[in-house]
């Protein structure tokens, strides 16, 4: 009965490699995300969709695709995986775009390790 | 989204001691989140604040909305081990939550 679910938990790759990190909500909400949270603990978003539509799309090399093939579902795939992908992903959703004054429900995150 | 900044980024706290955390905007903020993440956790949502120096209380933690909307404090008392975690605070749009801050207890 988790609210915001990612699989894989941990994901051990080598460089150059290709990965997907799976997310589904089962909150009934519109929106979800793709946040890197880096070993000093920053947290940055990286993609946004509403309705299955891309509505954030920050600085983020084109080597990450996000995919949403419906609102509870959203996927992200990174291409040629590199050392400096090495992170906790989260995935979250809310109700509504986080323009407003919804809260954020968070995934357990995905530990990459590029090696 | 609008920046938050937060001070300290890292808290070391005897058990039992009080201690601040602040978050700080340049520009007035129309609300602020605070949420928490335990060590290998992910965060979770711990209380929004919206009017002008609102206070919001949750068992030992207060949680202080600045008059000029542009701060906000995270204040908790009688620090317990089950408060280590890294606490962020997060401005309207929440793109990004800054680094937080990390709060260690020594018992």
């Known amino acids: 009965d988790t609210a915001v679910s990612q699989t894989p938990k941990y994901l051990v790759t080598q460089m150059g490699n290709d990965k997907s990190i799976k997310c589904e909500q089962n909150?009934?909400?519109?929106?979800m995300y793709w946040y890197k949270q880096d070993s000093k603990k920053f947290l940055k978003i990286m993609f946004s969709?509403?309705?299955?539509?891309?509505?954030i799309n920050e600085t983020v090399p084109n080597r990450f695709s996000p995919k949403s093939p419906d609102k509870a579902h959203l996927n992200l795939h990174i291409n040629s995986l590199e050392l400096g992908d090495s992170a906790v992903y989260f995935c979250?959703?809310?109700?509504?775009?986080?323009?407003?004054?919804?809260?954020?429900?968070f995934g357990s995150g995905t530990q990459l390790s590029v090696l | 989204g609008q920046q938050v900044m937060q001070i300290p980024q890292y808290q070391h706290v005897q058990e039992g001691e009080d201690f601040t955390t602040y978050c700080n905007s340049s520009?007035?903020?129309?609300?602020i989140q605070w949420y928490k993440q335990r060590p290998g956790g992910h965060p979770v949502f711990l209380i929004q604040l919206v009017k002008s120096g609102e206070v919001k209380k949750q068992k030992r933690l207060t949680f202080q909305f600045g008059e000029a909307k542009k701060n906000s404090s995270l204040h908790i008392t009688a620090t317990q081990t089950t408060d280590v975690g890294t606490y962020f605070c997060a401005g309207p749009g929440k793109l990004s939550f800054g680094a937080g801050t990390t709060v260690t207890v020594r018992a």
């Open positions: 979250a959703s809310s109700q509504t775009p986080a323009s407003t004054n919804e809260k954020l429900f």
């Open positions: 969709y509403n309705n299955k539509e891309l509505i």
């Open positions: 909150l009934g909400h519109d929106t």
């Open positions: 520009t007035t903020l129309s609300n």
